[in-house]
Nanobody, 120 residues
Framework: QVQLVESGGGLVQAGGSLRLSCAAS????????MAWFRQAPGKEREFVAS????????VYTDSVKGRFTISRDNAKNTVYLQMNSLKPEDTAVYYC?????????????WGQGTQVTVSS
């Protein structure tokens, strides 16, 4: 079955950077789009960024544009989220997700999440 395993979360000061990774297994990674979501305490899960199967197309939510970059390495079956200029409001559990399409949702497969905490 499809498995997604996130890593790279942690505690960072405001203005700092982190890179999240999501390792995928269970099917041909290069055929499917990938995405990152996040859920802050007391809030609903929200979309952060997505990337198509080849890596040539990306979409971001407005609050992270210019600060976050989603990318993928199909040879390593891994998708990344480079997060720069982090703000306390970026604090959340970050989830990797995938569906059965080249790009976009619905997202049927989810990782367990990785905690990102940004201190002020």
């Amino acid at each position: 079955q499809v498995q997604l395993v996130e890593s790279g979360g942690g505690l960072v000061q405001a203005g700092g950077s982190l890179r999240l990774s999501c390792a995928a297994s269970g099917r041909t990674f290069s055929r499917y789009g990938m995405a990152w979501f996040r859920q802050a305490p007391g809030k609903e899960r929200e979309f952060v960024a997505s990337i198509n199967s080849s890596g040539g197309s990306t979409v971001y939510t407005d609050s992270v544009k210019g600060r976050f970059t989603i990318s993928r390495d199909n040879a390593k079956n891994t998708v990344y989220l480079q997060m720069n200029s982090l703000k306390p409001e970026d604090t959340a559990v970050y989830y990797c997700a995938s569906g059965d399409r080249d790009f976009g949702g619905p997202f049927d497969y989810w990782g367990q999440g990785t905690q990102v905490t940004v201190s002020s």
